[in-house]
């Protein structure tokens, strides 16, 4: 055997399946709690219904619904987790409005169109280390990004927003989106020793030109 570690393979639609068959409700990076004091300017009450793409079993979706949006379209590729998200949340009325789709964000996005607004376009989509995920397997660090931005553009209008949460703090350019704003959010820690160093996630707020 060889003395290297052979990295997570975040980029593989296997291990996504594999690791939720067992695994119970998990959030990426940070809570609603925590963001959503930054994001409520740009979840204007006429931005129904949102996009949330690669939302794994997260309870982001759930967490805001409890807060008053309803309409949250829900898409991942992977058919179990969309498939036990819908079981969780079918006995629940509040989350009647929720809706849960596979689809592959890289490829083909079109099956969330019959479930947008009237002009067939989300006016946002959201989407928390779904990003981070793709970014692993790009050969040339861009092109699982560039493939995302395009799929993300068909379903939005001119000034969509798309809010992605990252663990990078940077981000290329993605046309047809420009960077509108980079929101540091401190991530709690529990149990820091005095003078650990403070660590961030970051919130990038980016429009459809
Ligand atoms: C790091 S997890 C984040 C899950 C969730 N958003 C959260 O914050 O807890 C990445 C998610 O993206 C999904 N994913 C990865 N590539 C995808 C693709 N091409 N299309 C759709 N979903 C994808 C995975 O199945 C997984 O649920």
New binding site residues.
Partial sequence: MSGRTKAVP?DSKEY?EDRFSHEEP????LTWDSIRDHLQPYLSPSCEPILH????N?L?ALQMTDCGYRKIVN????TC?IEKMKQRTAMTRRYDDLVWLT????QDLSPVRPFAGTDGCYRVAI????T???ACGDDDALSHQRAMATQIASVQPTDGLWISISFSNHREPLPPYRLIDKIPVLVPQENDKPGAPDIYYYLYILQKK
């Fill in positions: 975040f996504w998990f959030d990426w990076l793409l690669g939302c794994g997260s982001l898409v991942d590729y992977s987790v689809a592959d964000c890289l989407e928390k280390s779904l981070d995920c793709i």
